[in-house]
Antibody, heavy 114, light 112 residues
Framework: EVQLVESGGGLVKPGSSLKLSCVASGFTFSSYGMHWIRQAPKKGLEWIALIYYDSSNKYYADSVKGRFTISRDNSKNTLYLEMNSLRSEDTAMYYC???????WGQGASVTVSS | DVVLTQTPPTLSATIGQSVSISCRSSQSLLDSDGDTYLNWLLQRPGQSPQLLIYSVSNLESGVPNRFSGSGSETDFTLKISGVEAEDLGVYYCMQATHAPLTFGSGTKLEIK
């Protein structure tokens, strides 16, 4: 069974940093690109980052470019999202998802508030 | 960025009724490789989204065949033939033909 489990969310102050993790199981993690997608409270879905299976390419939404970094460790079956200079508008549930969106994690909640 | 416009924003249906959701794109979603990367997802209350349909009309494994997708270029439709109680939630179309990936604003399906 494919599983994606996010962790690392929390309540942080504006301007601070946070690193999310997503541990994958049930499929060959090293063969698939992975996404981060977020959902602000009561809002729709927003794609924010993609990393290729071998980390050769990374893409970001304009809203997070220069502040967020996606990375992965295939030896640990783990995807990461390092978030810096956090703003109140980054408050959201953060999901990791497999390449064609056929598997999603349960989400990690990030709240940015003073 | 590609804008996906979903209609209607909300839909109320009785059990057994057939319903359709429209997704219109601001650009053609036909990729140079010949595929059209338009997917449909369902987010049930309190849950993560799940993939229903990929590449316009392909049913994801395990998804009931009362769900079907159709369309081309800029106009796409998700049809549910015989709504069941478990179908309530918010339906999203999303495109992966053009960077950045984008989602529609969602259609909330309520059961009468």
């Amino acid at each position: 069974e494919v599983q994606l489990v996010e962790s690392g969310g929390g309540l942080v102050k504006p301007g601070s940093s946070l690193k999310l993790s997503c541990v994958a199981s049930g499929f060959t993690f090293s063969s698939y690109g992975m996404h981060w997608i977020r959902q602000a409270p009561k809002k729709g879905l927003e794609w924010i980052a993609l990393i290729y299976y071998d980390s050769s390419n990374k893409y970001y939404a304009d809203s997070v470019k220069g502040r967020f970094t996606i990375s992965r460790d295939n030896s640990k079956n783990t995807l990461y999202l390092e978030m810096n200079s956090l703003r109140s508008e980054d408050t959201a549930m953060y999901y990791c998802a497999k390449w064609v969106m056929d598997a999603w994690g349960q989400g990690a909640s990030v709240t940015v508030s003073s | 960025d590609v804008v996906l416009t979903q209609t209607p924003p909300t839909l109320s249906a009785t059990i057994g009724q057939s319903v359709s959701i429209s997704c219109r794109s601001s650009q053609s979603l036909l990729d140079s490789d010949g595929d059209t990367y338009l997917n449909w997802l369902l987010q049930r209350p309190g849950q993560s989204p799940q993939l229903l349909i990929y590449s316009v009309s392909n049913l994801e494994s395990g998804v009931p065949n009362r769900f079907s997708g159709s369309g081309s270029e800029t106009d796409f439709t998700l049809k549910i033939s015989g709504v069941e109680a478990e179908d309530l939630g918010v339906y999203y179309c999303m495109q992966a033909t053009h960077a950045p990936l984008t989602f529609g604003s969602g259609t909330k399906l309520e059961i009468k």
